[in-house]
């Protein structure tokens, strides 16, 4: 299963590392990444396997969400399956 974490914000040091930080604890691998900042603003999304998570799905997206409000930064979680619902006319 596969899911998908975007980060929007301003641009600093670290958001990368802190974002992939989380996935490695959770055993969640990292598929595919896009990243680019835009003037000073960071936009970045990431392709996940979820398959080996350890733990909750919602708990994991707490902690981005949690992350996020640390680095000042909007990170959100979302299974592949619920985007592609979500992106379907």
Do not use: Y
Request: aromatic share 4%; with cysteine.
């Amino acid at each position: 299963m596969r899911a998908i974490i975007t980060v929007v914000g301003k641009d600093t040091v670290g958001i990368l590392s802190a974002v992939s930080k989380k996935c490695e604890e959770r055993n969640v691998n990292i598929t595919d990444v896009t990243q680019s900042i835009l003037q000073d603003m960071f936009v970045m999304i990431m392709m996940t396997d979820i398959t080996k998570m350890n733990g909750k799905f919602a708990d994991f997206s707490d902690e981005l969400t949690k992350l996020g409000k640390e680095k000042n930064l909007s990170i959100s979680l979302m299974r592949e399956d619920i985007f592609n619902a979500m992106h379907t006319v």
